[in-house]
């Protein structure tokens, strides 16, 4: 962390607190965010339309006559790529868990820049207040 050199003074004070403030109110307001997470998975939720692999069935030639759509969920499991089938009355489910686990990703991303921005904050406060 850096350091002010420049002994204390009451203004520069006085705008980290105005600055602290704001970034405080907006980690709550993010903090409300956690809030209205629903039920999450991660992964990457695929729709898919297969071919059957008969050579004289129509979907061999005509990618509009695939088979399908069959439901996955792919994610990565100790650096391996996991497939999951769902069923159409799971796929629903867990298209819109998978969304919800982005949305608490990029929360928690949020969270994380301005907890960092408050922290560097009252670290200085706290320098600034030291004795010379
Ligand atoms: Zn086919």
Do not use: W
């Not at 002994?7 to 970034?23: D, F, H, P």
């Not at 339309?49 to 129509?58: I, V």
């Not at 990565?76 to 996991?82: D, E, L, M, R, S």
Request: net charge positive; aromatic share 8%; charged share 30%.
């Amino acid at each position: 962390m850096s350091r002010i050199s420049v002994s204390k003074s009451g203004t520069r004070s006085v705008e980290g607190n105005a600055s602290l403030e704001r970034y405080a109110q907006r980690f709550r307001e993010l903090r409300r965010g956690l809030e209205q997470i629903k039920y999450f998975c991660k992964g990457t939720f695929l729709k898919r339309m297969m071919k059957c692999g008969k050579a004289r069935c129509a979907c061999a030639s005509d990618p509009t006559k695939r088979h399908g759509p069959y439901f996955e969920l792919t994610y990565k499991a100790n650096g391996k790529t996991v497939n999951v089938k769902l069923s159409p009355e799971a796929a629903p489910l867990y298209r819109a868990a998978a969304q919800q686990y982005r949305k608490l990703k990029t929360l928690l991303n949020r969270l994380e820049k301005l907890s960092k921005n408050i922290l560097r904050h009252q670290a200085k406060l706290a320098e600034s207040k030291r004795q010379n």
